[in-house]
């Protein structure tokens, strides 16, 4: 049975972006596949401290709620990713996450990740330009590469001001749960 992650950024389980990625989930779901869901916000999650435990050995010397995730990741066979964007950017839970991936990075910047993990990212944003935070998506794919996720989708959720917004595009919706089931087979 194939198995993924995902990891919700928002503080909001039911937000827009919550919403959003149950439908991905339920797409993935249909294959037959298993998902391990992971509510950001409900962890206790600490930064990366720099210590460089995990450039010699295989996980990060952190002791919280992440800690086991990093086996999990490497078992998988691909994760979802979602965060609403503040102050242009991924929440402060997600990028904390982020930060703590550096343990699948090898000394010289190659990643632990053999030949990668398929990655959804799922962005909702207040702003009703979709092409707003265009340079940012870019960036955190580029960066989720250089850690070895292979961003293959990149779903983003415009125009969202209150929590319960994405609710009413069913359109959007509609593209996430297919989305899920295409990227479970």
Known sequence: MKKFISFLG??????????????????????????????????????????????????????????????????????????????????????????????FLN??????????KKTITVFTQGNPNEKAFVPYFNSVKDILKNLGFLVEHNIVGCGFMGHEKAIENKGLLEGAYKIGVEFAR
């Open 10 to 103: 928002s503080p909001h389980k039911n937000g827009n972006t919550g919403t959003i990625m149950k439908q991905i989930i339920e797409g993935i779901k249909s294959q037959k596949a298993e998902v391990t869901e992971y509510h950001l916000n409900s962890l206790n999650v600490k930064g990366c401290q720099a210590c460089m435990f995990c450039r010699k050995n295989r996980w990060c010397s952190v002791k919280d709620d992440i800690k086991n995730v990093f086996e999990d990741i490497t078992n998988s066979d691909g994760i979802v990713l979602g965060s609403p964007i503040y102050m242009y950017g991924m929440t402060g839970q997600t990028k904390l996450l982020l930060d703590r991936f550096y343990c």
């Open 107 to 116: 000394d010289d910047f190659s990643h632990r990740l053999g030949d990668g």
